[in-house]
């Protein structure tokens, strides 16, 4: 429970038709595993207690009887089970027979709610014996004990504030306006779902898109565990395809006929945070009951798996049609500028590294878009005290691939006398280094004045997180391509690129990816890079998994903390995630300022740090909550 993490399970029994007394043993049996294993939500299929397919045999008092004492006895079983549980039974009430579920929880019984739509078309048949949820709840008694019933029924945890918990059943997703709708309104959470789903061609695809989606509607999660083996096969078959899904992603499912029980840890506080971003959320929760019950707090076991890369798709199949789409969209943004300024050339400063590789593929595109020739593109390779032969030659060979109009112009003189003219004695400090990084955006400036021209940003989304830019040097451009592209999806375009072109391009291209990130604005040692850029500041596969866990997600450091031990388990040990992760936080708040004024660029995902779009921040905030907490770990 601990960061908001609640683990839940979707149980399909073994089940047989109209034997109530069995099947009640079942679902206790799977019960205690669920139980054992943690789950503190657990849901069971629709009328699991008779068997959905029971058919004329519901209106038999028998049936009906022995389904009541079947839920007894699996009242009885919660009783020492800390955790909310959901089961499908008929129940008649003032001569109406309802489909329900009942929420159990402790010995106790804490509501009934029954289905709002009933099936009556193709295969299905319920109007036949049961009646639709009544508009208001009310009260009924069970065992003697007042129990609410009804369809508007919230089930609030006291002990983790983020959690709250509604259901439907099974028919009730299918329509066009679910009862999930207003549950979540009313503030739900977590929506489960009791289903009997009979099983053709082509539903399950249809199914877990529909669940998927229906989570990702409502900022939360949907449990939906469904019948299976067991029900009859007289004209029917269940498949048992129980999912749960978070947010649009399915975080477990089952496989088709083979009765499982499936877990997964809902992350309840990233589903609060993503909820109190969006305004289109009324709270309206008129006519609910609220049920409370609470939760012994205890560390859930993660066993879901967060990615390396959260910029990058994991789906090798997403991953060329993902690229693409992103190049586009940069060549979009850079063919609009250029034509709303009537640029005649792109100015951009090659350096033979990552960025400014892309920042010129991306330029070639963006030209070709403008009917411009390439040699409009204007690369500028501007050596200095850190360039070292590698890095040049790439650039300029580069350059001379894509068709770029090639221009060297070595800075080390002027860099030089400027140091000397402000009284600099020669140290290899900040000064030294950044004069290098504004002279080189002063002569990009300047060209594109000569030329009428369009000075190209490279810096990428990490390097503005960290800070890791010269102030008014490579931190300002005319428009920035990269400006929400972190540092581990930079590469992935690039190797996209290399894959798909010429051999020459494909080798220069290969060898940029294999070159050390650096500035290069110290001296080389013996003809190599001295000055490395992860070395100084950290892996950037760190570096972007903190980003996208504390800006996107909302999460403080000791999750994020947590997420990348278990994510990175075998690759860096504890303390050096600890460390990066403070100079992350430090960096961070201390170089706002940066960003306050960053140029324009077009966003590409879910997190942009530009003060016009998504991440708007004092330039003087005080990371004092964030490291303490980091110190703490």
Same mark, same amino acid.
């Given at each position: 429970m601990k960061h908001g993490f609640i683990k839940a399970a979707a149980s399909t029994p073994e089940i047989r038709v109209a034997d109530c007394g069995?099947?009640?043993d079942s679902i206790i049996n799977n019960l205690k595993e669920c139980a054992d294993a943690g789950a503190k939500i657990i849901v069971f299929p629709e009328l699991c207690v008779t068997g959905y397919t029971s058919a004329d045999l519901f209106y038999q008092e028998a049936l009906q009887a022995a389904a009541l004492s079947a839920l007894s006895k699996i009242r009885?079983? &919660?009783?020492?089970i800390n955790a909310l549980v959901f089961v499908g039974l008929p129940l008649r009430i003032d001569g109406k027979l309802y489909n329900t579920a009942a929420a159990l929880y402790e010995g106790r019984i804490l509501a009934v709610i029954p289905k709002s739509y009933l099936p009556d078309y193709n295969q299905f048949y319920e109007k036949r014996y049961?009646? /639709? %949820?009544? $508009?208001?709840?009310?009260? +009924?008694?069970?065992?003697? *004990?007042?129990?609410? #019933?009804? &369809?508007?029924?919230?089930?609030?945890?006291?002990? !983790?504030? /983020?959690? &709250?918990?509604? %259901?439907e059943i099974c028919e009730d997703l299918w329509v066009m306006s679910p009862p999930s709708v207003a549950h979540a309104q009313a503030g739900a959470s977590v929506i489960v779902n009791l289903s009997a789903s009979s099983e053709i061609v082509g539903? %399950?695809? #249809? @199914? @877990?898109?529909?669940?998927? !989606? *229906?989570?990702?509607?409502?900022?939360?999660?949907?449990?939906?565990?469904?019948?299976? /083996?067991g029900e009859s096969t007289t004209d029917l078959v269940f498949s048992g395809h129980s999912m749960i899904a978070e947010n649009g992603k399915i975080l477990a499912e089952a496989a088709l006929f083979k009765n499982q029980t499936i877990y997964a840890e809902i992350d309840t506080q990233f589903l609060a945070h993503e909820k109190t971003k969006l305004q289109n959320y009324r709270a309206e929760s008129e006519g609910y009951e609220i049920i409370e019950f609470s939760l012994t707090p205890a560390e859930t076991s993660l066993t879901r798996e967060y990615p390396k890369y959260p910029f990058v798709p994991e789906d090798k199949a997403e991953v060329q049609s993902r690229a693409e789409l992103i190049l586009t969209m940069q060549a979009l943004g850079l063919k609009k500028r250029i034509k709303h300024t009537a640029s005649k050339t792109a100015v951009i400063g090659v350096s033979g590294g990552l960025d400014s590789a892309l920042a010129l593929l991306v330029a070639a595109r963006a030209v070709d878009m403008c009917g411009m020739p390439r040699s409009a593109i204007l690369g500028i390779t501007m050596p200095c005290f850190g360039t070292t032969d590698r890095t040049l030659s790439n650039a300029e060979r580069l350059c001379e691939a894509v068709g770029a109009t090639l221009k060297r112009v070595d800075i080390s003189d002027s860099v030089t006398k400027h140091l000397a003219d402000i009284g600099h004695k020669g140290a290899h400090d900040a000064a030294y280094e950044n004069a290098q990084a504004r002279e080189r955006t002063q002569v990009l400036m300047d060209i594109a004045n000569l030329t009428g021209g369009l000075v190209v940003g490279t810096g990428d989304l990490s390097e503005l997180a960290l800070g890791w830019a010269t102030y008014n040097g490579d931190q300002m451009s005319m428009y920035g391509v990269n400006a929400s592209v972190p540092k581990t999806l930079v590469k992935h375009l690039i190797r996209y690129e290399a894959e798909h072109t010429d051999s020459t391009l494909k080798g220069i291209l290969y060898d940029i990816l294999d070159t050390p990130i650096s500035p290069e604005l110290l001296p080389p040692e013996e003809g190599k890079i001295a000055q490395k850029t992860e070395e100084l500041v950290g892996p950037y596969t760190l570096h972007d998994f903190f980003l996208y866990y504390m800006v996107r997600c909302g999460f403080p450091p000791s999750k994020v903390y947590r997420l990348a031990k278990l994510t990175f388990k075998g690759d860096y040990d504890c /303390?050096?995630?600890?460390?990066?992760?403070?100079? #992350? +936080?430090?960096?961070? #708040? $201390? *170089?706002?300022?940066k960003r306050s004024c960053m140029p324009d660029g077009v966003k590409i995902g879910s997190v942009s740090l530009s003060p016009r779009s998504d991440w708007r921040m004092p330039s003087d905030a005080i990371a004092g909550v964030w490291l303490k907490e980091a110190e703490e770990l």
């Open positions: 069995f099947n009640a009885k079983a &919660t009783t020492n049961f009646a /639709e %949820a009544p $508009s208001k709840n009310s009260e +009924i008694y069970i065992e003697g *004990q007042r129990v609410v #019933f009804g &369809t508007k029924v919230l089930f609030k945890c006291t002990t !983790m504030p /983020e959690l &709250t918990v509604a %259901a539903k %399950a695809d #249809f @199914r @877990r898109n529909l669940v998927s !989606m *229906q989570s990702a509607r409502l900022v939360g999660a949907y449990i939906y565990c469904d019948a299976g /083996e /303390e050096t995630i600890k460390k990066w992760l403070t100079v #992350f +936080i430090r960096r961070f #708040f $201390s *170089q706002q300022f």
